[in-house]
């Protein structure tokens, strides 16, 4: 059968779309492999939203050139943001590449890997590629026995609002809303497919609205929490601006939505905002997390925040220091600015990057300080969690995930997939509390996140107390 190698680089958003090319791969007849030496066609989805990620996918592209030199039959295609940045001159620096699809093209990727497939026979070899030294990028959308229990459905592409420091508008277009239909069929869908847990994503999943009646971001979580069968409900990324009343008393109503809300910030300073072009003050920030923790008590406030971006004094890092530690984020996601091209930002004095550098450390310290304290909370209580799989780093003890996105491990004993498959929701009794996430014994199980779980005693034999 003839093989499809997908790897991704980016967001949600990208992962979403390497979803869709796993879909239509499959259906025209693809296996989804793990090791693209095994493929007949390579797909690099690309992110161009910082520089390392550009970096990345070339070297990626030069990478996979012994692939093609091995076996010239080999489809390599690359798609994305890089992808849709790059068309007119992707394929001069990498000439071995046979197709660019942009970000607005994955139907006709779909249709290209139908047209190619029947060029693969079914037991096409070659002893030259066998002999090709393994390559180290990671597969995406193979399916293994914990796929299927969360999904992505995509509600909007592109982004309208033109942050001065991000590509986004310029290689995914203006904001694209799909009809709710269509959403609510793809969540019925996937809940039908044995999804426990569905993530909506979008550029600006808060700016949402439906195409043919206008209906906004929050009366869709409404009807897409109303569905029968769905367990968890959970979305990323909003903006500010767009932090309503009206979504913030819904997402307090829904018992079913998960209590983690994702808000970036990107600075602590009036001025570095208004540099971005954000659209709101420091101040309005606050006064948004204020309406939201009032309606939604407990959940966990995340965010993400760019240090030295161009123009940002001292004073100005300073006060997203201050702002850090007066708002106590759960999770924080925190960059170095990385110049794109084609964006306003890239073209004003850039701040050195050692000071930047430094900054970031000096973030990062008092950001996980907040994690910390966090996940220290959860210690001596139990949390109910749905599987990821084994761990990483530890095959022998389980991950799983909270519904406020905190990882926690637990050893697995002699329980196999096929017990964590049918009972998905594991109840930890928290030991230890680390910044990325806790530690604990296995106490329960249970087949649905509200059902009563069948307790579970296993006798612990290893330190519980390292990390994923």
């Known amino acids: 059968m003839a093989g499809i190698y997908i790897e991704t680089f980016g967001c949600q958003m990208n992962e979403a779309d ?59 295609v690359v798609c994305g943001c890089l992808a849709e940045q790059d068309r007119d001159t992707m394929q001069l620096v990498a000439p071995h590449v046979d197709a660019v699809f942009g970000t ?56 309208s609002y033109y942050c001065t420091f991000c590509i986004v508008p310029h290689v995914r277009g ?17 809940l039908s497919s044995g999804a426990r847990e569905i993530m909506l994503v979008g550029q600006t999943v808060n700016a949402y609205k439906d195409p043919a009646s206008g209906a ?39 018992p079913n939505l998960n209590p983690r809300f994702h808000l970036p910030v990107q600075s602590g300073a009036n001025s570095v905002l208004r540099r971005m072009n954000r659209k709101y003050t420091v101040e309005a920030y606050l006064e ?25 004094t001292d004073d100005d890092f300073e006060q997203t220091l201050r702002l850090c530690e007066r708002v106590k984020f759960a999770q924080a996601f925190m960059f170095v600015y990385s110049p794109r091209r084609g964006t306003p930002a890239a073209l004003w004095e850039q701040v050195p990057s050692e000071v930047a550098t430094q900054r970031l450390r000096r973030l990062i310290a008092t950001v996980d300080g907040g994690v910390r304290a966090y996940h220290q909370a959860k210690v001596g209580t139990t949390v109910r969690a749905l599987v990821q799989g084994p761990s990483r780093k530890d095959p022998s003890k389980i991950a799983a995930r909270t519904v406020d996105n905190v990882t926690v491990v637990a050893y697995a004993g002699e329980l196999d997939e096929d017990s964590f498959v049918a009972a998905p929701w594991i109840d930890v009794a928290v030991d230890d509390a680390r910044v990325w996430g806790c530690s604990g ?11 009563e779980a069948t307790a579970v005693h296993i006798k612990e034999t290893v330190d519980l107390l390292g990390v994923i």
């Open 104 to 159: 607005s093209e994955l139907v006709r990727l779909g249709d290209a890997l139908a047209s190619w497939r029947p060029q693969f026979a079914d037991d096409e070899s070659s002893e030259e590629r066998a002999l090709t030294a393994a390559f180290g990028g990671t597969a995406d959308c193979i399916v293994d026995r914990f796929s299927h229990l969360r999904a992505f459905v995509t509600v909007q592409r592109g982004c």
């Open 441 to 451: 014994r296995l106490v329960g199980m249970s087949k649905g996140f509200a059902g």
């Open 216 to 254: 906004d971001f929050a009366g869709l979580l409404e009807t897409v929490a109303g569905l029968e069968g769905l367990e968890r409900l959970t979305f990323v990324t909003s903006h500010p601006k767009d932090c309503t009343d009206r979504l913030a008393h819904a997402m307090g109503r829904l």
């Open 288 to 312: 948004r997390i204020a309406v939201f923790r009032e309606q939604c008590p407990g959940w966990a406030l995340t965010t993400d925040l760019i240090v030295g971006f161009p123009g940002e």
């Open 174 to 190: 203006r904001f694209d809303h799909r009809p709710s239909a269509e959403i609510l069929d793809e969540v019925r869908l996937a």
């Open 18 to 76: 390497s979803q869709y090319i796993a879909d239509r791969a499959t259906a025209a007849g693809y296996a989804i492999v793990a090791e693209p030496r095994e493929a007949s066609v390579v797909v690099l989805n690309t992110c161009t939203v910082r520089d390392n990620a550009e970096r990345r996918a070339y070297g990626r592209m030069q990478h996979f050139r012994a692939l093609k030199r091995a076996d010239p039959s080999l489809k390599l």
